[in-house]
């Protein structure tokens, strides 16, 4: 089974910083990688799919790169809104679709 | 507009089953995947279970294998997660999503308790 590693735990930044957050799996996922922003008491909401592919209705400040083992989800400058917890995903056709541990992104 | 509304969560004893409700609308579940996803208090997400558009291809996660399953009524456009041999390490809100997971509920809370 696949692990998805996310780094850091912990992310503390200022609203109009950029915000860079990891995720490595145990083994190539190829492009099959997924992230997802949630703020306490809502469920997920999709971000990124395949990588580097934006979301319908997600903002362009929102980009995803990478591909086989370490991906990078880069928020270009922070609003107050994007403070929320972000996670990545596995995403091939063929289950189990593990999510990583998360990261807590929080106003410094 | 694509909307998916749980429901049937509760308090339920060790050992005891609770069948989950997942309503869609805006879609039709003959065409889309369907899964199920969960969130223990404090803790990240847990992909559960998936049910293929044909219906008949189902996987589960290995801490839910053999315990729970999950299956869709196209008649009535509802997903549905039976749960039996409930334990303490269950209790979680329980999310239903699409195919692509690009559309969730807004989660249903189980809670394993005596």
């Known amino acids: 089974e696949i692990v998805l590693t996310q780094s850091p735990a912990t992310l503390s930044l200022s609203p109009g910083e950029r915000a860079t957050l990891s995720c490595r799996a145990s083994?190539?996922?190829?492009?099959?990688l997924a992230w997802y922003q949630q703020n306490p008491g809502q469920a997920p909401r999709l971000l990124i799919y395949?990588?580097?592919n934006r979301a319908t209705g997600i903002p362009a400040r929102f980009s995803g790169s990478g591909s086989g083992t370490d991906f990078t989800l880069t928020i270009s400058s922070l609003e107050p809104e994007d403070f929320a917890v972000y996670y990545c995903?596995?995403?091939?056709?063929?289950?189990?679709?593990?999510f990583g541990q998360g990261t807590k992104l929080e106003i410094k | 507009q694509v909307q998916l509304v749980e429901s049937g969560g509760g308090v339920v004893q060790p050992g005891g089953s609770l069948r989950l409700s997942c309503a869609a609308s805006?879609?039709?579940?003959?065409?889309?995947?369907m899964h199920w996803v969960r969130q223990a208090p404090g803790k990240g997400l847990e992909w559960v279970a998936i049910?293929?558009?044909?219906?008949?291809?189902?996987f589960y996660a290995d801490s839910v294998k053999g315990r729970f399953t999950i299956s869709g009524d196209t008649s009535k456009n509802t997903l549905y997660l039976q749960m039996n041999s409930l334990r303490a390490e269950d209790t979680a809100v329980y999310y239903c999503?699409?195919?692509?997971?690009?559309?969730w509920g807004q989660g249903t809370l189980v809670t394993v308790s005596s």
């Open positions: 999503a699409n195919q692509y997971f690009d559309y």
């Open positions: 805006g879609f039709s579940l003959s065409s889309y995947g």
């Open positions: 049910i293929r558009s044909d219906g008949s291809n189902k």
């Open positions: 083994q190539s996922v190829s492009s099959f």
């Open positions: 395949d990588a580097s």
């Open positions: 995903q596995h995403r091939s056709n063929w289950p189990p679709y593990t």
